[in-house]
């Protein structure tokens, strides 16, 4: 499976951005973000049906959603804060408890999220 992760940049806090991930197939898909110094976390993950689960950071703020036509998978990011800051990482498999352990056999390259003003 071959991930391609986009939509990262620079955005004032408050403000609002969206990631997406292409898979060449339809699975379970995630997104996980690394601050410096700090460990891989997830934020959200998505399975084929209606099940879906977040990081507490992301309750409220963030969106997970998939177009399964395309395989993508988006993560629409709203009401910004400084500690958002980090490196996101798509990752997928075919098991929802791999994705959601951070135990994804596949993970994108990483889009760079930087919150400042």
């Known amino acids: 499976v071959q991930l391609q992760a986009s939509g990262g940049g620079l955005v004032q806090p408050g403000g609002s951005l969206r990631l997406s991930c292409a898979a060449s197939?339809?699975?379970?898909m995630g997104w996980y973000r690394q601050a410096p110094g700090k460990q891989r976390d997830l934020v959200a993950a998505?399975?084929?049906?209606?099940?879906?689960t977040y990081a507490e950071s992301a309750k409220g703020r963030f969106t997970i959603s998939r177009d399964n036509a395309k395989n993508t998978v988006y993560l629409q990011m709203n009401s910004l804060k400084t500690e958002d800051t980090a490196v996101y990482y798509c990752?997928?498999?075919?098991?929802?408890?791999?994705?959601?352990?951070?135990?994804?056999?596949?993970w994108g390259q990483g889009t760079l999220v930087t919150v400042s003003s």
């Open positions: 990752s997928a498999d075919r098991v929802w408890f791999k994705v959601v352990g951070g135990l994804s056999d596949y």
């Open positions: 197939e339809s699975i379970v």
């Open positions: 998505i399975g084929d049906g209606s099940r879906i």
